[in-house]
């Protein structure tokens, strides 16, 4: 592959897992049961992490993976009701 081809790669993969994190992030937001769904995700991480698949994962993607789901435990529970125009005078 060519480098132009390489880096069209590249971002398509920095770009695809950006959306991702996003997508997931709202379902992990707004899930009815937050606090046991952030349980069940450290758990699995785990098995997966130290687990058969695992073994295939060299240190630097087990640590990449452990960053991106501690990075996605960070966000807060969502409000019950969102209301995004609220803040806006009477449309």
Do not use: C, W
Request: proline fraction near 4%.
């Amino acid at each position: 592959m060519k480098n132009e081809q390489l880096q069209a790669e590249l971002d398509t993969l920095v770009a695809t897992q950006a959306g991702l994190m996003a997508i997931v992030g709202s379902l992990m937001a707004t899930h009815p049961d937050y606090e046991k769904f952030q349980l069940h995700l450290t758990g699995l991480l785990e098995v997966l992490l130290t687990g058969e698949a695992g073994k295939r994962f060299s240190e630097t993607q087990r640590r990449q993976a452990r960053e991106f789901v501690e990075t996605l435990q960070h966000l807060n529970k969502a409000p019950l009701k969102i209301e995004p125009l609220s803040s806006l005078p009477n449309l």
